[in-house]
């Protein structure tokens, strides 16, 4: 199993900046990919960035890196917009085709 824990959310004014991170334990050798996703008020959850892809509504504005040595990945957003404001959730794919989700960090972008 791996487990997922998502940090770094918070109340943002619009223009502002918030790094998100995801540490990941447990068989984090059986992690095939990381990647975030958001789900904004009654909205489906979708994919905002991976480390080969970025939702067009966010291109230019986030960047996904990944520390391996810390088993971390981040989510660097900056320019952030109201269109923005969700719970943030960092989502692995292991080698085995499984699916691990953290418990999510909200993000609000409101002045």
Not at 4 to 28: I, N
Not at 30 to 40: G, H, T, V
Not at 55 to 80: H, S
Request: hydrophobic share 30%.
């Amino acid at each position: 199993q791996v487990q997922l824990v998502e940090s770094g959310g918070g109340l943002v004014q619009p223009g502002g900046s918030l790094r998100l991170s995801c540490a990941a334990s447990g068989s984090t050798s059986s992690i095939n990919a990381i990647d975030w996703y958001r789900q904004a008020p009654g909205k489906q959850r979708e994919l905002v960035a991976s480390i080969t892809h970025y939702a067009g509504t966010v291109k230019g504005r986030f960047c996904i890196t990944r520390d391996n040595a810390k088993n971390t990945v981040y989510l660097q957003m900056n320019c952030l917009k109201p269109e923005d404001t969700g719970v943030y959730f960092c989502h692995v794919r292991d080698v085995f085709g499984r699916e691990h989700w953290g418990q999510g960090t909200q993000v609000t972008v409101s002045s």
